[in-house]
């Protein structure tokens, strides 16, 4: 059983920084790739950062630079640095594990495992 647990969202101000974290069950870690999506309101889900199986982040545009993606696989955990928020960034917070082609490619479907989703506000 695949189970994906985020935790450290809340509300801040812009230019703050936020860690998410993404405690993850058994052997995820080994058997998929696994990343960051969000989604604001009224938009679609994205990709936002994910690990490649290299030791190395892909992120989308808009967070290039001011996020940072890691993972420590001893403690079965995804993080998500978040560094000079801003109120764009605002959304719910995803945590996924899929095929690391999809993965790596900040793709992810339905039948990706998904976790239940952690909510940022910046204002």
């Known amino acids: 059983h695949v189970q994906l647990v985020e935790s450290g969202g809340g509300l801040v101000q812009p230019g703050v920084s936020l860690r998410l974290s993404c405690r993850v069950t058994?052997?995820?870690?080994?058997?998929?790739?696994m990343g960051w999506f969000r989604q604001a309101p009224g938009k679609e889900r994205e990709g936002v950062a994910a690990?490649?199986?290299?030791?190395?982040?892909v992120y989308a545009d808009s967070v290039k630079g001011r996020f940072t993606i890691s993972q420590d696989n001893a403690k079965n955990t995804l993080y998500l640095q978040m560094h000079s928020l801003k109120p764009e960034d605002t959304g719910i917070y995803y945590c996924?594990?899929?095929?690391?082609?999809?993965?790596?490619?900040?793709?992810?479907?339905?039948?990706?495992?998904w976790g239940q989703g952690t909510q940022v506000t910046v204002s």
């Open positions: 996924v594990a899929d095929r690391c082609g999809l993965i790596q490619a900040l793709g992810a479907t339905s039948s990706s495992n």
């Open positions: 058994g052997d995820v870690v080994v058997r998929f790739c």
């Open positions: 690990y490649h199986r290299d030791n190395y982040g």
